[in-house]
């Protein structure tokens, strides 16, 4: 797994270490994986998903132009050749893209509901859907809709602390905790 | 209990509110209670204790000058009366106290046994030190000394979130975990 | 503060001591508030904002029968005289009681609305709301509501990790995180 | 990953499923891996590792007969291959390893130091070594061990809270936290 200092960044959120690896597992990807990462950010998702699925193929989905730049950026960076990036907010842009193998949402500018319809059709039977919320109200919102349609979810809170090097101690930093929401399409 | 940003405090780190609220409720202070508060940095728990205690006396004992400003300034702010100010590096100062009901102990630098050994003889039996922790290495010490010295403790590892408002959405904002250890004299 | 263990329990659900600490601090009681603990449970709450609150007076609002008798002994128990106990489900029994400083609401049976609705003129202008909730449905729809009727309201998410000792060492068990969600009637 | 209900595990502690997976990826481990599993004790680290370093070799080493027996039924319900269990209490047992890409350590009944001993010459030279610890005492040992022979590592905390479906709600329930020590043999 890549550090989180290895990633460009500039001021764009990024998903930290731990709940990449988290996630990324969730969506169970393998080295064919045809995967959706909407809400891109940074990329560091993306990037981590095409090592993982370095056969296989990655759709980085973003709307803001400065994230953009920065996904272009750590592609290069990291030289993985399996990433297209598609600048649309989601879900525009989706219909476009292949059947998907797994979708991983980290930022839905607020239509979630949308991205999940889309993805209702757009995920293979069996596929994955994985949510990265840091709100109460996205962590509600998806598991409303989960249970509303229907599909097998599982959700879950993880709280990092980070312990830094002072001295001779080591002290608690903690990561703001995220919620991660997964599911798989069952029909 | 008083909101965090109501008190004074410069660059000096200060306890979050739920951490006072239970880091007081821990060290069992009633209304007469005789307390010290050793690091007191920037005098939140001082100046909350002295409410608790209205009729009790607090002495805050602190090493550094910036910070000792900041406890005057707060005492000031928040017109407690039952409050002595001492500008030592602990377990230095402790020696002239009366007895106390009960200790708290915010910051140690690095002195934490020696702290515990004056506070042996200057707690009431009965009385009780409540130690915040932040790094594993404090945590850890602490519950071995209470081991080695046969000291009846309790150990908790506290995390708060809170949410802020961001448009239509509360995001998650950890706090830093803080570990509160307290134990009570029983000879 | 009193330990877990001296309440009575049997199989009823309690709010643990560290919770209970935050949520009555939260609801910033004084010796004469008037106070309702919605969906009472073991009355631990009840119990300790009795002794908080020991010139004022509790209402204990609890459904279930098999929880009123406990909430009766523990009462019993520790020698409050300011309770009284009202087996009904809220929002019914809100009606009969007098202006409220505070209400906590540790259980709401799906009926949390209708409870903000009859506290918010059961409420003294000024007076606190302090909600426990264990589910994100629970958090969500508590927000909600406080931002839709224009409440100043606050969100944390609490958790805390218990240290038990095991032979020679202390290991780690968690409790249950709760959000604890507190506002105040402004208008 | 393998869901925590699919491992048999009678009344063995076992590592839940974010903790695994955040300790294997924390061992980096590769398609060719040589790795030990130390206090093995369900062996649902060893599977997990058998399944990622396919072409590599797992050593699961466990002192209690009960978990040696349990190790072998997974090592079978899972169908893996490169999987060598060692009845011993390390450091017994790690001297006939060979050279080792990393080590993981559940489990180490007291003798950390020993086994952190054993394995600065068993592991390659920018292998690593992930320890998970429960307790305070062992987060600590761990931490001062490779602070004082100069390793390179990093402590984080992971909590990590399951929502459980109750009905129309989703009810947290916390896992126990989890101290997650990694270094790397740099010399």
Redesign the interface.
């Given at each position: 797994?890549i550090d989180d200092e290895e990633f460009l960044r500039d001021k764009v959120p990024m998903t930290k270490q731990?709940i990449r690896?988290?996630t990324l597992?969730?969506a169970?990807l393998n080295v064919d994986s045809i995967v959706a990462d909407i809400g891109a950010g940074t990329g560091s998702i993306t990037i981590e998903a095409a090592k993982l699925s370095s056969r296989g193929k990655i759709f980085a989905v973003e709307r803001k132009a400065e994230a953009i730049e920065l996904i272009k950026r750590n592609v290069e960076k990291f030289s993985v050749e399996n990433v297209t990036i598609i600048h649309a907010e989601a879900p525009d842009g989706l219909d476009a893209l292949p059947e998907l193998d797994a979708a991983i949402i980290g930022g839905s500018g607020?239509k979630l509901d949308k991205i999940l319809d889309a993805l209702s059709t757009k995920l293979k039977v069996g596929g994955r859907v994985v949510v990265n919320a840091?709100?109460?109200?996205?962590?509600?919102n998806v598991?409303?809709y989960f249970?509303a349609h229907g599909w097998t979810y599982?959700?879950?809170?993880?709280?990092?602390?980070?312990?830094e090097r002072?001295g001779?101690?080591?002290?608690?930093?903690?990561?703001?905790?995220?919620?991660i929401i997964s599911a798989r399409r069952i029909l």
């Open positions: 797994m731990e690896i988290l597992a969730k169970q607020g840091i709100t109460i109200q996205t962590a509600a598991v409303e249970r599982e959700a879950i809170h993880v709280q990092i602390t980070r312990f002072v001779s101690h080591d002290m608690a930093k903690a990561l703001n905790p995220v919620y």
